[in-house]
């Protein structure tokens, strides 16, 4: 009897089907849990500011905060800006102007009483961001637009400092109606040379309403417009210093 030539069948071992055991498993491992928000890439300098005042360097972007300012400025020097937090408590509020040497516009601390929301104007020397941040319980919130410059659209260079002369004269128009008080304030002409806002409060007794730190990103008549609840005819003292540490003070009183 001829005996077959086909050879014996042999199954493979395990130097065989391991690694293709082991790509099985890669295949049937279950995906990652979703990440966390993304948090927004801002300036280093910018980052640094909110670390150093709130101890976290950078904000979550979020649809509670609305910025709204002009697609193109024709007039760098003041360009407006309205911030408005909805559906939240805010503590404190930023803007700033992430194209600028010195970014912070202003830095606003909040009661319960004064609505979050702010009009103010900025100074934008050449095209860039316009970051606004809310700080919440809940933590740091912002988003940014774009601001772009006409081809006029200039900064004056910046005055030389000279220390001399009075303080800053800050005019307010006040409207109140029905518990809720809006103000207005802005710094008067003439302001000496180089002279600028530095803080701005607003104080019922000793409680303050608000306080303001003014940056070199502020436009040059620091406005700010807000509105807060207060109790009627009440007496209100409104504080302020320059960057000289010079001081001033207005009363004002509540119909």
């Known amino acids: 009897m001829q005996e077959s030539s086909v050879p014996p069948r042999r199954f493979p071992g395990p130097r065989t089907w391991l690694p293709a055991l082991g790509i099985l498993c890669v295949l049937v491992t279950p995906p990652a849990p979703p990440a966390a928000a993304a948090e927004a890439v801002v300036s280093p300098s ?3 500011i909110l670390q150093h005042l709130t101890g ?3 904000y979550t972007p979020s649809d509670a905060i609305a910025l709204v300012v002009p697609d193109r400025a024709d007039r760098g020097e003041r360009v407006p800006v309205t911030v408005h937090v909805r559906d939240r408590a805010v503590d404190a509020l930023f803007v700033f102007v992430e194209s600028a040497a010195e970014p912070l516009a202003l830095h606003l601390w909040l009661t319960d009483g004064v609505t979050p929301r702010i009009v103010t104007r900025v100074r934008l020397c050449r095209t860039g961001r316009v970051v606004a941040v809310a700080q919440t319980a809940e933590g ?3 988003t940014a637009r774009t601001v772009y410059l006409g081809a006029r659209a200039r900064c004056a260079p910046a005055a030389e400092v000279v220390d001399g002369g009075g303080t800053l004269q800050v005019r307010t128009r006040v409207r109140s109606r029905r518990g809720r008080v809006r103000l207005r304030t802005r710094v008067a002409p003439p302001r000496p040379p180089g002279t600028r806002l530095a803080s701005l409060s607003l104080h ?4 303050a309403i608000f306080q303001m730190q003014a940056g070199a990103s502020l436009a040059a008549t ?8 207060t109790a009627p005819s009440a007496y209100l003292h409104l504080r302020w210093t320059d960057n000289h540490q010079r001081s001033g003070e207005h009363s004002l009183h509540l119909p």
């Not at 019922?204 to 409680?207: L, M």
């Not at 620091?222 to 609840?229: D, G, I, R, V, Y």
Request: avoid cysteine; charge should be negative.
């Open 46 to 48: 910018i980052a640094g």
């Open 56 to 58: 976290v360097g950078a």
């Open 140 to 142: 740091l919130i912002g």
């Open 204 to 207: 019922h007794g000793d409680e």
């Open 222 to 229: 620091a406005p700010l417009e807000l509105s807060f609840t």
